[in-house]
């Protein structure tokens, strides 16, 4: 991750490779750098105000300790949230989950791949029955992992049996992480909740569920937030996946989604290849992100 170009730390450049001491065209310009790279209104001001009180306490002057002050402020930001993947549970199984376009089916594939750097014994699962790309897709990403997938039996299985199926073969043979791809649409939000509370407990007959992960797309800020709300609030979620960030300016959609949700960023996907997904590390996050 550290050795990655991003982009949205342009944002930041002209401001520190500008003027060297401290004025208020640095705090106004600092002020648009943050609002353009999707911090939001509420965690701009946050960080404006916190940093302005630190210089005055601290008789900043020079833009470069400015710098260092915003890197450690969104570092400490990120860093109150947990990233560490919950895998312990043999078999560890991971239900992911979001609206349809957002990347889950590919993130699956990347995050099968990721976890067989650690030795691990990987099995997916391609319970979006509802979208028969979708199980295509997820078998088409899991043969460049190398990992098994459990397939529907037939069209249109119930997403649950295919849930129930995955977790029993892995439990069978000692796999020990079991993926399950979930539907990202249905006719309604509360019948893709049910029917999401109805894989939860069908797995939960056989295993505990370690984690709910949901991808977001990086590249629609805010606005994807608010069409995950539901996921939030049904669907018992864990953790956060964010992808398509190495084409966003919107890295501070990174900080502000943590601080929104209370839900950690455990998984980062930056790339179109199998192996552009990487765990979420706050140090390196807000190096890149700040420059």
Same mark, same amino acid.
């Given at each position: 991750?550290?050795?990655?170009?991003?982009?949205?730390?342009?944002?930041?450049?002209?401001?520190?490779?500008?003027?060297?001491?401290?004025?208020?065209?640095?705090?106004?310009?600092?002020?648009?750098?943050?609002?353009?790279?999707?911090?939001?209104?509420?965690?701009?001001?946050?960080?404006?105000?916190?940093?302005?009180?630190?210089?005055?306490?601290?008789?900043?002057?020079?833009?470069?300790?400015?710098?260092?002050?915003?890197?450690?402020?969104?570092?400490?930001?990120?860093?109150?949230?947990?990233?560490?993947?919950?895998?312990?549970?043999?078999?560890?199984?991971?239900?992911?989950?979001?609206?349809?376009?957002?990347?889950?089916?590919?993130?699956?594939?990347?995050?099968?791949?990721?976890?067989?750097?650690?030795?691990?014994?990987?099995?997916?699962?391609?319970?979006?029955?509802?979208?028969?790309?979708?199980?295509?897709?997820?078998?088409?990403?899991?043969?460049?992992?190398?990992?098994?997938?459990?397939?529907?039996?037939?069209?249109?299985?119930?997403?649950?049996?295919?849930?129930?199926?995955?977790?029993?073969?892995?439990?069978?043979?000692?796999?020990?992480?079991?993926?399950?791809?979930?539907? /990202?649409?249905?006719? +309604? !939000?509360?019948?893709?909740?049910?029917?999401? @509370?109805? %894989?939860?407990? *069908?797995? &939960? #007959?056989?295993?505990?569920?370690?984690?709910?992960?949901?991808?977001?797309?990086?590249?629609?800020?805010?606005?994807?937030?608010?069409?995950?709300?539901?996921?939030?609030?049904?669907?018992?979620?864990? /953790?956060?996946?964010? +992808? !398509?960030?190495?084409?966003?300016?919107?890295? @501070?959609? %990174?900080?502000? *989604?943590? &601080? #929104?949700?209370?839900?950690?960023?455990?998984?980062?996907?930056?790339?179109?290849?199998?192996?552009?997904?990487?765990?979420?590390?706050?140090?390196?996050?807000?190096?890149?992100?700040?420059?």
């Amino acid at each position: 991750m550290a050795e990655r170009s991003w982009s949205f730390s342009k944002a930041f450049r002209n401001i520190f490779s500008g003027p060297a001491l401290i004025t208020e065209d640095t705090w106004d310009d600092l002020e648009t750098a943050l609002i353009t790279a999707d911090f939001g209104p509420d965690v701009t001001e946050s960080i404006l105000d916190q940093l302005r009180e630190d210089v005055d306490r601290h008789r900043v002057t020079e833009v470069k300790e400015l710098r260092s002050m915003l890197r450690d402020a969104v570092e400490e930001r990120l860093a109150k949230y947990d990233p560490t993947l919950r895998l312990s549970e043999r078999p560890a199984v991971i239900l992911v989950v979001g609206v349809n376009g957002v990347g889950k089916t590919t993130t699956i594939g990347k995050f099968a791949n990721y976890l067989k750097n650690f030795d691990k014994r990987i099995i997916v699962g391609a319970a979006d029955t509802f979208r028969a790309a979708a199980v295509e897709q997820l078998a088409t990403w899991a043969d460049r992992a190398g990992v098994d997938i459990v397939k529907p039996q037939q069209q249109g299985q119930d997403p649950a049996s295919v849930a129930f199926q995955t977790v029993q073969r892995a439990i069978e043979e000692d796999f020990e992480i079991a993926i399950i791809d979930t539907a /990202g649409r249905l006719q +309604t !939000k509360g019948g893709l909740m049910d029917e999401l @509370g109805k %894989v939860r407990r *069908v797995i &939960e #007959k056989q295993a505990p569920v370690a984690e709910v992960l949901l991808v977001l797309d990086a590249t629609t800020g805010q606005n994807g937030l608010a069409q995950a709300e539901a996921f939030i609030e049904h669907a018992g979620v864990t /953790g956060l996946v964010l +992808t !398509k960030l190495d084409g966003s300016a919107k890295g @501070g959609f %990174v900080l502000s *989604v943590q &601080e #929104k949700t209370g839900l950690p960023i455990k998984l980062v996907g930056q790339g179109e290849g199998i192996t552009d997904l990487t765990g979420f590390t706050p140090h390196v996050f807000a190096q890149q992100l700040v420059g």
